[in-house]
């Protein structure tokens, strides 16, 4: 970490994009309950992730357009448009203005798209390559550090002041962000020339994740665990108020509980990486996700809080091993496509997931939805496993193909056992990493 912050422009992406992401969770957070209480339904709260996760349809597209341009005016743009939108929630004043809250929610999930996907092509031109590892271990951490207080003062600020404040003081975060863009000083290369039709180019990102035997096999992996964690968009409303018989407010609780796990576990990963390879740690994380989910359905304090924090430090494992993974197997022109492409494979699988968990904690007891997620998450894990006991060096995945690719980080051997990915936007996502949006 030292050495990241010895670099001028990683401290203020890391500055800015800590305070943006401490307003995406609290924003993101309050929208569910926003649609809860306006509507008293578990089900519409989690369905408003739901909104969330439809921009990821259109993934690609978005890819096209970070891979044209710089990256770094594509995220200047995003932010300032991103805080316009976030301010179109002055306007709900009551339950008939639920839909602000999914053209609302929508939107910010298209920002999200961009914004990550340009942030993670803009990296390699921050940091040396071998400190990508560090670099977006840093970022997954902050971000998870967040958990701790962004949730907690999003409820908070909500219960005393109401939503429109929470907007407010998320469409501020959004122009501190474009401020601390503008002042970087990175060298960024020139866009390269696309020759190909904008269908084409929208296509590379995705068939580079399926040529590459590895990510082949992660976006196999993410898929089913997509399907799995979709489901914790509404069921975790669901625990709070049938299992534990607390306000929706402690949702925010259980979020700064996730926080603490996700902190833990962010501070290791990045030295785990450097011993073991980005793909050892997947199966664990996955392992840690699903004993989590099966602590939950307890319906006690302690072992919820428990399977909480175990749940919280899954995610980022399988978020910064993940991108890292992605970063070393993809040409610098191409990242651009291919993160959106994966925010595409991840999305389509979540988005189903939402709006089964959405149905299905409205009809049936809320234990067997998380049964159904935990399961789900075993079987990505046994499955990464076995599918990834060898790793394909990535020299020789790209070998015949005339793209360059990023070199092993320092130390790792690139034959390891195990992996897994889960989206970035993750949880909760911010202008990160993370992703597609798990949460809660």
């Known amino acids: 970490m030292r050495d990241l912050l010895r670099n001028r422009d990683f401290r203020l992406l890391f500055a800015g994009q800590t305070l943006s992401m401490f307003g995406d969770m609290a924003m993101l957070l309050v929208l569910a309950m926003w649609a809860k209480d306006l509507t008293g339904s578990n089900g519409i709260a989690g369905s408003v992730f739901a909104a969330l996760a439809v921009p990821s349809l259109l993934a690609p597209l978005a890819g096209v357009v970070i891979d044209r341009f710089r990256r770094r005016t594509v995220m200047i743009v995003t932010d300032l448009a991103t805080a316009a939108v976030v301010l179109l929630l002055l306007l709900v004043d009551g339950r008939e203005d639920l839909w602000l809250l999914y053209v609302v929610a929508f939107l910010y999930g298209a920002s999200l798209v961009a914004f990550s ?7 390699p031109a921050m940091v040396d390559e071998e400190l ?6 840093s970022l997954g951490t902050g971000r998870e550090a967040l958990r701790l207080v962004a949730p907690l003062a999003g409820a908070a600020l909500y ?52 040529g590459d035997p590895v990510l082949r096999t992660t976006v196999v992996v993410t898929v089913i ?56 740690p997947i199966a664990w994380g996955l392992a840690s996700l699903a004993i989590g989910v099966a602590l939950t359905t307890t319906g006690s304090l302690l072992p919820v809080a428990v399977g909480v924090l175990l749940f919280g430090a899954g995610l980022p494992v399988l978020i910064v091993c993940l991108t890292t993974a992605i970063h070393r197997r993809t040409a610098t022109g191409l990242q651009g496509r291919a ?14 997931s939402i709006l ?57 051997d690139a034959h390891l056992p195990l992996g897994a990915d889960v989206v970035q936007q993750a949880p909760v996502v911010g202008h990160q990493d993370e992703g597609p949006v798990v949460r809660p």
């Open 117 to 123: 996907s340009a942030r993670s092509a803009l990296l």
């Open 132 to 137: 990508l590892g560090q670099a977006n271990g």
């Open 159 to 210: 219960a005393g002041f109401g939503g429109p404040a929470v907007a407010i003081l998320d469409a501020t975060t959004f122009l501190v962000s474009a401020a601390a863009l503008l002042a970087l000083r990175v060298d960024e290369p020139a866009p390269e020339p696309h020759d190909g039709s904008f269908t084409v180019e929208a296509a590379a990102g995705g068939r580079h994740l399926l």
């Open 225 to 280: 665990c997509m399907l799995a964690l979709g489901i914790s968009e509404s069921v975790y409303f669901a625990i709070v108020d049938d299992g534990l018989g607390r306000p929706v407010e402690f949702v925010g609780v259980l979020s700064a509980v996730q926080g603490v796990g996700a902190i833990l576990a962010g501070v290791a990963i990045t030295g785990i990486i450097r011993r073991t390879g980005e793909l050892r």
């Open 339 to 352: 993160f959106t492409a994966f925010e595409l494979f991840a999305g389509v699988p979540q988005l189903l």
């Open 356 to 412: 089964g968990g959405a149905v299905a904690v409205t009809l049936l007891d809320y234990r067997i939805p998380l049964a159904v997620m935990g399961a789900g998450l075993a079987v990505a894990g046994v499955y990464s496993w076995l599918r990834l006991r060898e790793e394909v060096p990535p020299a020789a995945a790209a070998a015949g193909t005339g793209e360059s690719v990023l070199p092993d980080l320092a130390g790792i």
